[in-house]
C-alpha cells in the first residue's frame, strides 16, 4: 500500500495514513498481509508513516532509501532505515530496494551482512532490479531462510524464482494475476515449458506497451479497462493516459492466447 504504483510518494501524510487505514479495513478477514509503505524524503516523516502503520495493525512496513539527499554507502543506509523500524518495533520490516527510481545503488548483497543486529524486525527485501547476480548472492547467503527476497520486475519474475525468490509485488498482478498465479504453479509442479509459456506471453505485453510508453499512469489505465473500476487520474507531475494507449494495450492484452485456453 502507497507503494510505486499507488503514487505514495505523491500524496500528502494524511491521504497516506487515510488509504492505509482504508485498506486495512477493506482487508480484514480477506487479504493474508497488509503490507504498508513509509518510505519519505526526510526521516520524521518515515517515523510518523511507521508508528501509523503499527497503530493500524499492519503486517508489515516496506521503506525506500531516500533519493534527494541519498545515503552513500551501506552504513548509511541502515542507519536510516533502523530509524524508522525502530518506531514500529513489533511490526515486520521490509527494504523496498528499487534503484531505477531512487537511484540508490547500494548492493543489497553488502546490504544484509550484520542486518539483523541493528534491525531485529528486518523480514526480507522487496528486490524491484534487474541484478539477478545481486539477487542471487543474496539467495546464496539466505541458506537459513531467514529473510524473504520479494521480486518486483514482473518480466523477470520467472528467473528470480529460479534463483530462488520465494514471492513478487508488482503492478502486472493487479491485472494479470490469474495468469501469474497460473506461472507459479506451473514452476512448482516442475512444468518449466508451460511456466515459460507464461512469462514469455506476460512479457509481449509488456513489450508492446513498454514502447508506446508505460509508466504508473498507464498502468490504471489498464487496470481500470481489465477491472471496470475506474482507478482516476494519476497525480501531476504524471498525465493520464492517451485514449491511443488505452485503445491499443487492450487490443494488445485481447489478443493474447493464453495457455490451456486461458
Not at 77 to 82: E, G, K, P
Not at 237 to 256: H, N, Q, R, Y
Request: aromatic letters at 10%; proline letters at 5%; glycine letters at 8%.
Amino acid at each position: 500500500v502507497n507503494g510505486t504504483t499507488g503514487e505514495g510518494l505523491s500524496l500528502s501524510i494524511q491521504e497516506r495514513k487515510q488509504l492505509a487505514e482504508e485498506w486495512m479495513c477493506q482487508g480484514k478477514d480477506k487479504l493474508d498481509h497488509v503490507i504498508i509503505h513509509v518510505g519519505a524524503l526526510n526521516l520524521p516523516e518515515c517515523q510518523e508513516l511507521a508508528r501509523h502503520a503499527a497503530a493500524i495493525g499492519a503486517d508489515g512496513i516496506a521503506v525506500i532509501a531516500p533519493f534527494f539527499f541519498k545515503p552513500t554507502n551501506k552504513d548509511e543506509l541502515v542507519a536510516f532505515l533502523q530509524k524508522v523500524a525502530s518506531e514500529a518495533p513489533e511490526v515486520p520490516f521490509y527494504y523496498y530496494h528499487i534503484p531505477p527510481l531512487t537511484g540508490v545503488k547500494i548492493r543489497v548483497e553488502e546490504l544484509l551482512d550484520g542486518i539483523k543486529a541493528q534491525i531485529p524486525t528486518f523480514q526480507g527485501v522487496k528486490f524491484s532490479d534487474t541484478d539477478l547476480l545481486d539477487l542471487a548472492q543474496c539467495i546464496h547467503k539466505n541458506e537459513a531462510g531467514e529473510f524473504e527476497f520479494l521480486y518486483g520486475v514482473d518480466e523477470q519474475l520467472l528467473g528470480a524464482l529460479t534463483l530462488g525468490a520465494n514471492g513478487a509485488v508488482g503492478s502486472t498482478y493487479n491485472y494479470l494475476g490469474r495468469q501469474t498465479n497460473l506461472m507459479l504453479q506451473a514452476f512448482a509442479k516442475p512444468d518449466f515449458a508451460l511456466a515459460q509459456q507464461y512469462q514469455f506471453l506476460t512479457g509481449e505485453f509488456l513489450n508492446f506497451v513498454i514502447k508506446l510508453g508505460f509508466g504508473v499512469a498507464q498502468t490504471k489505465a489498464v487496470m481500470t479497462s481489465v477491472s471496470g473500476i475506474p482507478m482516476g487520474p494519476p497525480r501531476l507531475p504524471l498525465v493520464a493516459a492517451s485514449s491511443e494507449f488505452i485503445v491499443k494495450a487492450k487490443a494488445k492484452l485481447d489478443s493474447i492466447v493464453w495457455p490451456n485456453g486461458d
